[in-house]
């Protein structure tokens, strides 16, 4: 994602899928809707609607405050924005826009028509005003998405009654799909405001194939919209069932409780769960995931401030092993913090470092640094303990330094709860840390820009502000931040993957980051529940899901 360079606008998008920090949410009925009768009190399902459970909890429903997956994964099918992901791949393509844009000479002004036939759930009627105040409304209210935007939009306008103005400070050759990001979306001018602050967390009114008609602590509603422009929702309407924790999302699908279930379980319920899919109990539907998991290496801490002991610790890396280890070999291997699903990706870790890790190289690595038995290389890695799968992952990676390395290599794990790490992290505390990235917007610039780039440092002392410091690596190359610079202004696709390949290169040799693995989301669905897709950003799409 394109982050703001203030470390406390970023952490919160790491945490998202685990909802550490979720708010008591009050029960609401809108529209003077009453929960249907179609199904059960204990959230039960019944042939009329799908129940999809999830341990997911929406912090809030305006989308310029949203910045979990459990508030923009109910956004998301609630809403439209100007554009979208076609099916499950990145590929951009108009939804409340008619076109792509037609940019300028200078790629600072994009033009956008927008569509004539669209309403919102309140009968209020779209345009390009509406979307210009949406977007205003998204930046200026202070949320924590705000800096998406704020960071890039100059201006908004409506020059005509369906054409959009956007203008930006700076060329941002992916701002396309930045504007498919679920909170950037059409919202009613009658029922939001401009202003600081003022946001309707209890509520949305927007354009898209749902409208909600139930917000509770433990259940969502929404009712198929019957004004919706597009292709109507192929289902009679959703229940949402939130779940306080996995072993109850995998008990009630189990119970057949729910029709299917989307995040989160531990490695070792979905592992059951798809071993009783192997024999037709259910069906287990995995997704390609585009959240990378990674190691944060700080360069100012002894010995990672030499480049052959961070090089030493990439080389050591048997991401098969850890994998398997790990998650039951639940994801695949990632060489890049450029995940494989865009075509710029290069596996220059597996390049310069073999597909499992090569420990002699490593060895002699730290031998030519100047240590030995005697005299080991001690490293810090620090995890979040009360996340179950970091904490596995930081046993295992000192489990292979130990057996491996022959004693030149000395890992020490230490334990804190995310909160803490969050806080510290930017203050540069940890030598490294064991973190995972879910993007905002499907673009590789969003797995570059928000890591290497840096606005203020230098090569002696590293970044003091910017992106690296935010991600605890502290990495500072000017050369980096014109490459960055210069993909981001780049509009011929075959020039900005060159520039994305020279990133990669350096990334590896610099080794600010070890990429570990590419996350993989399994859903689970009961047999004659059809339709359980993600989209590419890895939101599950409710309106495709029909019961037979």
């Known amino acids: 994602m394109n982050w703001l360079l203030s470390p406390f606008s970023r952490w919160p998008k790491i945490t998202r899928v685990l909802s550490l920090s979720c708010l008591c949410l009050f029960l609401i009925v809108s529209c003077n809707s009453s929960p249907s009768s179609d199904t059960l009190g204990n959230g039960a399902a019944t042939s009329d609607r799908i129940v999809i459970g999830t341990t997911n909890k929406p912090r809030t429903l305006d989308p310029a405050d949203a910045y979990e997956t459990g508030s923009l994964a109910l956004i998301y099918n609630m809403s439209d924005r100007l554009y979208t992901y076609k099916g499950e791949t990145a590929e951009i393509i108009p939804q409340l826009a008619t076109a792509l844009p037609q940019v300028s000479a200078d ?40 800096f998406l935007l704020g960071d890039i939009v100059d201006s908004v306008k409506s020059t005509g009654e369906y054409e959009l103005t956007i203008k930006l400070k700076q060329p941002f050759a992916a701002f396309p799909s930045l ?6 979306c059409a919202v009613s001018p009658q029922a939001y405001e401009i202003g600081e602050g003022k946001f309707n967390p ?38 949402l069932q939130i779940l306080s924790s996995g ?46 998991y990674f190691m944060s290496v700080n360069r100012n801490q002894e010995p990672l401030n030499k480049p052959a002991v961070r090089q030493a610790l990439a080389a050591m890396f048997n991401r098969t092993l850890l994998l398997e280890r790990v998650l039951y070999g639940q994801g695949q291997p990632v060489y890049s913090m450029i995940p494989n699903t865009f075509d710029v990706y290069q596996p220059v870790f ?30 810090e890695l620090w995890y979040r303990s009360n996340i179950p799968t970091t904490t596995l992952n930081a046993t295992v990676i000192k489990a292979i330094a130990d057996k491996t390395m022959g004693g030149l290599l000395d ?10 790490m969050y806080r510290n992290i930017s203050k540069g505390v940890y030598a490294t840390t064991l973190l995972e990235w879910y993007p905002d917007f499907l673009d590789p610039d969003n797995y570059v820009q928000p890591f290497l780039q840096c606005e203020q440092g230098n090569p002696e002392t590293g970044c003091e ?6 991600q605890g690596s502290f990495y500072y190359s000017d050369h980096m931040n014109k490459l960055i610079e210069a993909q981001r202004q780049e509009q011929d696709p075959r020039k900005r993957r060159q520039i994305f390949a020279e990133i990669q290169q350096i990334l ?3 080794v600010p980051y070890i990429p570990l693995w590419q996350g993989q989301d399994y859903l689970f669905a009961h047999n004659g529940v059809n339709g359980v897709k993600q989209d590419a950003s890895q939101l599950l799409i409710y309106s495709g899901i029909k019961k037979t």
Request: charged residues 20%; hydrophobic residues 40%.
């Open 202 to 239: 209890n509520n949305f009114v927007g354009t898209g194939p749902y409208k909600l008609t139930q917000f509770a602590t433990d259940r969502v509603q929404l009712d198929v919209f019957d004004q919706y422009w597009g292709n109507k929702p192929i289902n009679n309407g959703i229940v």
């Open 411 to 420: 890992i020490q794990t230490i334990g804190i709860d995310s909160t803490t």
């Open 508 to 510: 590896a040799e610099e």
């Open 350 to 379: 597996k390049e310069k470092y073999g597909e499992d890790g090569n420990i002699p190289a490593a060895k002699k690595m730290l031998e030519q640094a100047g240590f030995s038995q005697q005299n080991p290389a001690k490293i």
């Open 247 to 292: 072993v109850n999302l995998y008990n009630s699908f189990q119970k057949k409780s729910i029709d299917v279930a989307a995040l989160s379980m531990d490695a070792d319920q979905i592992r059951a769960l798809r071993s009783k899919a192997k024999t037709g109990a259910w069906q287990a539907i995995a997704n390609n995931g585009s959240v990378v």
């Open 465 to 470: 502000k910017g992106g690296s410091v935010s």
């Open 107 to 146: 790629g600072l002004t994009y033009t956008i028509p927008v569509r004539q036939d669209v309403v919102f759930h309140d009968g209020t009627k779209f345009n390009a005003a509406a979307m210009a105040f949406s977007l205003e409304r998204f930046i200026k209210n202070g949320g924590k998405p705000a």
């Open 179 to 184: 504007l498919a990001f679920s909170g950037v």
